[in-house]
């Protein structure tokens, strides 16, 4: 077990650090550059994992059968997570913008539209390029590089005193993703740490698709993939119906994504004291879910 979290944890520690050290030293723009080539990055690395994967969502009753999965568990981790922090609706509404409308929805879903669609992509080019490219590898490749990227990215983050509430977010989303894989393993044909390992990736379906897939093959990793994308929508959709009123419990279902991916809807939706919450518990679980993901995987 330790040798398999050494061999796969350490290269993404020392990336983040080293993503960390270098964000220190770079200049403004290049800083900027580098954050803002995430997404295509992101992109670059669905594609790959959509390649990876299409041998097994090719196959109908396969495809069918790890879609199904991933809405379920989805559906479960999503509502442990908002659970566990339900609180007393919002009543003091600072620096929200009162006006709503469907098109602040759009952009955040058309995201994760083009994320799935990427993934497509891979698939399709699965039909006409050789089956015996090292996608394995390079996904791994892609996924150090985006985590170089990401370590640049944390190294702006700036946070004041933090509160009791705003350290029980993270501290409930690892609760909830237990909870979530006990009631699952009932209702799906998945063993408990299994269902850990493809929960710890907390929404952040570029790390999680292809990390365990490198550690429990394409099935698992298609089922994580999904499975996170899948969570990524109802964070938006949930921020958009109840951000106002339920911060807490919104945030936590963004999980890992509530630092990047999710954080403009934050802004937009929920309180201004709240988006330091948002950045915090995004943060801890950035951190968390690779070394939890290998950790549960060697069990």
């Not at 913008?97 to 080019?125: D, H, T, W, Y």
């Not at 590089?145 to 705003?166: C, F, H």
């Not at 907390?202 to 996170?228: Q, R």
């Amino acid at each position: 077990m330790f040798a398999i979290l050494f061999s796969s944890v350490l290269p993404i520690v020392m990336a983040l650090l080293l993503g960390g050290a270098a964000g220190k030293v770079m200049t403004a723009p290049i800083k900027t550059l580098a954050v803002a080539s995430i997404g295509y990055l992101v992109w670059g690395l669905l594609i790959v994992i959509g390649y990876q994967f299409a041998d097994v969502l090719f196959q109908p009753d396969m495809g069918w059968k790890v879609l199904r999965e991933s809405f379920i568990y989805a559906s479960i981790l999503s509502a442990s997570s908002f659970l566990l922090l339900l609180a007393r609706p919002v009543e003091q509404q600072d620096n929200i913008n009162p006006k709503r409308n469907f098109r602040g929805l759009l952009k955040p879903l058309q995201e994760c539209c083009i994320a799935m669609l990427m993934v497509g992509l891979g698939m399709l080019s699965y039909l006409v390029l050789p089956h015996d490219l090292r996608a394995a590898q390079f996904s791994h490749a892609l996924l150090l590089i985006l985590i170089v990227l990401i370590g640049i990215d944390l190294s702006t983050v700036r946070l004041a005193r933090l509160t009791k509430q705003q350290i029980w977010v993270p501290c409930a989303m690892l609760l909830a993703i237990f909870m979530a894989a006990y009631i699952a393993q009932w209702l799906l044909p998945h063993s408990f740490t299994t269902l850990l390992t493809v929960a710890s990736g907390f929404g952040w379906f570029s790390l999680s698709g292809s990390l365990v897939t490198n550690l429990l093959g394409k099935e698992m990793g298609s089922f994580a993939l999904l499975t996170d994308l899948i969570r990524e929508f109802y964070g938006i959709v949930l921020l958009f119906l109840c951000g106002r009123s339920l911060p807490r419990s919104v945030i936590g279902v963004c999980g890992a994504t509530a630092m990047d991916s999710t954080l403009p809807f934050i802004k937009q939706n929920c309180r201004s004291s709240d988006v330091q919450m948002a950045i915090f518990s995004g943060f801890i679980l950035t951190l968390l879910a690779p070394f939890l993901i290998v950790l549960f995987a060697s069990l």
